[in-house]
């Protein structure tokens, strides 16, 4: 499995957030729509106003949320696919051995041994 990058994950999950949470901040700026909306933001977010300044420092605040949530979650990931890959390598070491032992303990075998394993845990 692959690892993700967790500065970018986290960045991009950001930006993501914070450009969403401006737009709709504008929008309630604007066009007042979100009374329910203006009044979640401003539990969630302080500082927040259905203003200009008031949407960019939502936006502020949700990059920071989602940004931390981002890296939380890379992390995590990260984590549990090392820990997977791991698991699989020492699955596959044991099974090689066993069909080394089952050759009769050959020179030279370790490769070929190595990739039967491998293809048999991983079905590749």
Known sequence: MVKLDVKAFSLALGLVWGGVTLLLGLL??????????????????????????????????????????????????????EENNTETQEKIEALAKKIWEKKGKPQNSSADDWREAEKTIKGC
Request: hydrophobic share 55%; net charge positive.
């Open 28 to 81: 309630d700026t604007l066009y007042f729509w979100g009374n329910s909306w203006g009044k979640m933001m401003t539990m969630v977010y302080i500082g927040y106003r259905p203003t200009l300044i008031g949407s960019i420092i939502g936006a502020i605040w949700g990059f920071i949320y989602a940004a931390l949530l981002g890296f939380s979650v890379a992390w995590m990931y990260n984590r549990l696919v």
